[in-house]
């Protein structure tokens, strides 16, 4: 994976309380938002929801007047409410400097910013796709390609686990999940790399635009000749599927299936490989959590619903208010936008007992991914990779600690996880 940009240091263990905390709303969320000042983040939410857990905020890097909702009852309640939506004009924030470009092209047929009825449309025709027969590979392959990642790194006793493991587990699953063929593997990892650090507004350099447009182009032909292929001749993957699938004689639009491919190879890796790296980090975190995960393999499915509340990949999502909405004593004006702080949520003390606790035997109901009509359409196969991806790795260096006392955090704001991490484990 070529240069992942700049990140922040960030301790294993942290040793000392967080800093002071301000008692401004304002000047949390701009704290939120800068990965450079931010420090522990979830000492950040709790002091925010104890002070506006419904706050709107100025803080530049989000639309003007957006509601940052950090309450569990409130983000729950926005996200299944049909006056909320994923609207075009959420997409606005990828239109950088208002130029229209490749990147924001895509990301305005992508499925998750289309408007109703639209989006119900594309999204039955795509949930049509994800039959039982096209998914049910997943685990094996991605045990597969997990064994296949710690053959070539074992040796070494040593790795970083993003570059080696997390990043490209999820990529190559899903690859082969939709078909594509091992060449391609490089250039789609590029791509997809350049893709999503575009796909994090608060921190796109000039740069990073561009290199996400190349990779916008790259993959719209890329797709687009894919699915022509795949159109007279469909196999058994996840792509002849897409294209085949029907609803009332209708199909996805050509620049529809062009986009659905690029989401589902976005949002079905990057969200994955942050999870897998920050329930590491949580795990090192929690030293006799790990000890009972590895000694207890049947502990996983629930383990991974908590490490997934715990501390998500998806840390914020956008929404358009179409109707006046109260939350308690405030309301939210039709035309506002609201900011789901899913992270902050998920650390709810109205929702969990002990929230900051990683426990893997509490079974709960997070909002990791979402809920209501935009709940996370790939849930169970990222909960089948999760699941493989740390039986594998614990079954085969159940060994593995930190090789040090600090790790590198990513500097984005909406998806959160590590950066590089480096571990090492017994010969
Ligand atoms: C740990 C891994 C994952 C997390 C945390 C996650 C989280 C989410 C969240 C929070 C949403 C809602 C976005 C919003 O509120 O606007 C979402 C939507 C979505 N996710 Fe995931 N996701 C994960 C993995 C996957 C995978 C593996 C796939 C597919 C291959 C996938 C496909 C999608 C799609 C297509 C949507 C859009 C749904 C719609 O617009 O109706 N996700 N995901």
Redesign the pocket.
Known sequence: MRGRGRGVTREIHPSRPPAELPDDPEEIVARILDAERRGELYPLYHRLRSLAPAHSTQVAGLPPGCWMLTRFRYVDRV?RSPAAV?DPRTAEVFNHGGDGGAFYQLMRHA??FLEKPD?DRV?RL?YKAFTPAAVAPVRALTEQVAHELLDAAQPNGEMDFVEQFSYPL?VRA?MRLLGLPYADQERIEEWAWDFSRAGDPMSATPEIVERGNAAARGFHDYFERVIEGRRSRPGEDLISALVTAEEDGGRLSREEAISTCV??LQ??HE??SD?LGNALVGLFRHPSQLARLRDEPELLPPAVEEL?RYD???QM?MRLIREDLRLDGVTLPAGSIAA?V?GAANRDPEQFDRPDRLDLERRPTHL???AG???????A??RT??QAGLRVLLDRVPSIRPARDTFVQRRTARLRGPQELMVRWDA
């Open positions: 996200a994923n499925m998750l989006h999204r795509v999820p899903i989401l589902l949002a079905g969200t994955t999870l997934l998500t990949s998806v999502s789901l899913y990791s991914l979402s009509s935009y709940f996370c359409l790939g849930n196969l990222a990779e999760i």
